[in-house]
C-alpha cells in the first residue's frame, strides 16, 4: 500500500482533484458504453413483444 | 490453416450464436481485471518520483489511447474485408466498433488534458502527439457520420469502408509522432523489445488495465454486434425464432 489513510489516498498528494476527475469521468463512460447496447436491446425485444401481441391479435 | 471460421462470419445466425456464447466470458474477464487494476494502479503502485501521483492517471488514459488506436484499426481491417469479400458482417462491425473507439479517444484525450495541468501546466497544448489523437476523434466522427447520412446501406458500407481505410495513415503518425517531432508528451511506455522502463509494480497493474480494456471493448462490441445483426435479419426464419423465444422468456 503506498498509503498510509483513507485521507491520504483521497488526497493523492496534492494530485486528488485530477486524478479523481479522471478516474470518474472514464468510469462513468465506460459504465455508459455498457449499459446503452443492454437498454437498446431491452427496447428493441419489448418493441417486437408489442408487434408480435399486435398480429396475432389481428 | 483452415478457413472454415472466416466463411462462417458470413452467416449472420452463425456469428450471432457464437458471439452470445463469448460475451459472458470478456464481461467477467474485463470486471475482474478492471476491478484488480484499478486497486493495484490507485492504492498499490508507488508514486512516481517526479510526478507523484498523478501519474496514476496513466493507467486510464494509456489503455484508452491504446484501444482508441486499435479500434480504428480493426475499422480498417473490416472496411478491407467488407470491400473485398462482400461481408456484410464487416460493416456491422464498423458501424458498431466506430462510437466505442471515439468515446475511448474522449477517454484518452480528457484524461490527458486533466494529467497536462498538474505535469505540463495546460491543459491542452498543439503538440504533434495530442493533435494527431484531435485528428483521430474526428476520424470517428466522420465514420459514424458517414454511416448514417447515406440511407442505401451498401452505398454507406463502401463510404465507410474506404474512410476507415485512408484514415488509417493517421495511426503511425500517432505512433510516431513523439519521436519525429519535438513534444512534450513522453514517448512510449511499452516496448515489445525492450523491458519497460518503470518497475515491476508499476507496468503490472498497466499491463492489467490495458487487457482489461480490450475485454471489455471485446463484450460491448459484441454486444453492439448481435443487436444489429438481429435488427438486420428480421425477415429471416432464425432471427424470428430468436426474437420470439427471446420475448417469451419475457423482457
Known amino acids: 500500500m503506498s498509503f498510509n489513510s483513507v485521507g491520504e489516498f483521497l488526497a493523492m498528494g496534492t494530485h486528488g482533484a485530477y486524478v479523481w476527475s479522471s478516474y470518474g469521468i472514464s468510469l462513468a463512460v465506460l459504465a455508459l458504453n455498457a449499459l446503452l447496447p443492454i437498454l437498446a436491446r431491452r427496447r428493441y425485444l419489448q418493441d417486437e413483444a408489442r408487434r408480435l401481441r399486435r398480429e396475432e391479435s389481428q | ?251
Request: hydrophobic share 60%; aromatic share 14%.
Open chain 2, 1 to 251: 490453416m483452415n478457413w472454415t471460421w472466416f466463411h462462417k462470419l458470413g452467416s449472420p445466425k452463425w456469428f450471432y450464436e457464437i458471439s452470445g456464447r463469448w460475451v459472458p466470458w470478456l464481461a467477467v474477464a474485463a470486471a475482474l481485471l478492471l476491478a484488480i487494476g484499478l486497486v493495484w494502479g490507485l492504492a498499490f503502485a508507488p508514486p512516481d518520483y517526479q510526478q507523484g501521483n498523478s501519474f496514476r492517471i496513466i493507467y486510464i488514459h494509456v489503455p484508452a489511447a491504446f484501444l482508441a488506436q486499435s479500434i480504428y484499426v480493426m475499422l480498417a481491417v473490416a472496411g478491407i474485408v467488407g470491400l473485398v469479400w462482400k461481408m456484410k458482417l464487416a460493416d456491422v462491425a464498423v458501424q458498431q466498433a466506430a462510437p466505442i473507439g471515439a468515446w475511448m479517444t474522449v477517454i484518452a484525450l480528457l484524461t490527458g488534458a486533466i494529467w497536462g495541468k498538474p505535469t505540463w501546466g495546460a491543459f491542452w497544448v498543439w503538440d504533434a502527439r495530442l493533435t494527431s489523437m484531435l485528428i483521430l476523434l474526428f476520424l470517428y466522427f466522420g465514420v459514424i457520420a458517414l454511416g448514417q447520412a447515406i440511407s442505401n446501406r451498401d452505398s454507406a458500407a463502401k463510404a465507410c469502408a474506404v474512410l476507415a481505410i485512408v484514415g488509417v495513415v493517421n495511426i503511425p503518425i500517432i505512433k510516431y509522432s513523439v519521436e519525429w517531432w519535438n513534444t512534450l508528451h513522453q514517448p512510449a511506455t511499452f516496448s515489445v523489445v525492450e523491458k519497460p522502463a518503470m518497475p515491476f509494480e508499476m507496468w503490472m497493474p498497466l499491463l492489467i488495465m490495458v487487457l482489461a480494456f480490450y475485454c471489455f471493448f471485446g463484450a460491448v462490441l459484441l454486444l453492439r454486434m448481435r443487436l444489429e445483426v438481429l435488427k438486420r435479419e428480421e425477415r429471416s426464419s432464425w432471427a424470428k425464432a430468436e426474437v420470439r423465444a427471446q420475448v417469451e422468456r419475457g423482457v
